[in-house]
């Protein structure tokens, strides 16, 4: 998926723990590590508010268009 | 620690009032399942271990008919034979107290529980369809057994019949629909 998620840099950039942005934003360390890898379908808004709000950034620095091959679920 | 707007508070409350009602009424239903099971199946063996000839051939369709008594080892036959239907209901009716018991354990959108229900309506269907060659089967089984000199063969198809094959269908159609609600379900889940 051309869509590259940049969550991953930006807790590392802050030296902030997985585990304290999960607790913050209220889901699983499982879930926060699949949406540091990009595996999942999509983010709420109300997720993504949290966590923008905890890191002090905007949504667009934790999400980047890379132009590429598309794959089977980008048609979703 | 999750954040919710004044709005999604309403919105939750409402969802949470109808999960509670659903899971005590699944649990209403799913007693009133097995004990209807067992009700049908111990009102049956009284009927035809009790019931008087007379009334037994009326209500195959052969009242005019003059009649002997019916000996036991008939009337076990015909029990069986009055089972064959309502053993497919019974099954339906298990399949379906299966579909109230995950209702009541907040498992809605599984294939199983959808398995359950679509198990309900097939057995209904198969309850519709067997119950008029069920009948067909005891007046002929009476008529032997009973009448002297004539063989009677009653094929009934009721209102009851088309209107239990409609209900089949409409929960048939349920749960495909429900189907269709447990893929979004899936979907939603790989929303963080």
């Given at each position: ?22 607790e ?21 808004f ?21 132009d ?6 980008d048609?979703? | ?82 089972m ?52 067909a ?14 063989k ?17 269908g ?23």
């Amino acid at each position: 998926m051309p869509i590259r998620v940049r969550l991953a840099v930006m807790l590392a950039e802050r030296h902030v723990k997985s585990k304290d942005l999960a607790e913050y934003v209220g889901i699983t360390e499982a879930n926060l590590s699949l949406l540091k890898q990009g595996k999942v379908k999509g983010v709420r808004f109300e997720t993504l508010e949290r966590i923008c709000r905890f890191l002090e950034c905007q949504p667009g620095d934790l999400l980047r268009y890379e132009d590429g091959p598309r794959t089977e679920t980008d048609g979703d | 620690m999750k954040s919710t707007t004044t709005a999604d508070v309403p919105a939750r409350q409402d969802r949470q009032r109808r999960l509670r009602r659903m899971r005590v009424l699944s649990a209403v239903m799913a007693a009133a399942c097995i004990t209807t099971s067992a009700l049908l199946t111990a009102a049956m063996a009284f009927y035809w271990a009790a019931t008087p000839t007379r009334t037994l051939l009326s209500q195959a369709g052969l009242a005019d008919s003059p009649a002997t008594e019916l000996d036991g080892a008939v009337r076990a036959l015909a029990f069986v034979v009055a089972m064959l239907p309502l053993a497919a209901l019974i099954y339906g009716l298990l399949s379906a107290r299966r579909c109230f018991k995950a209702f009541v354990a907040g498992d809605v959108f599984s294939r199983r529980t959808i398995g359950h229900l679509m198990a309900f309506a097939v057995a209904i269907a198969a309850s519709a369809i067997l119950k008029p060659f069920a009948g067909a089967v005891l007046s002929a089984l009476l008529s032997a057994s009973t009448v002297t000199g004539t063989k009677t063969l009653a094929f009934h198809i009721g209102s009851d019949t088309l209107i239990a094959l409609i209900f089949a269908g409409t929960f048939a159609i349920i749960a495909w629909v429900m189907t269709e609600a447990a893929d979004l379900s899936d979907e939603n889940k790989q929303f963080v």
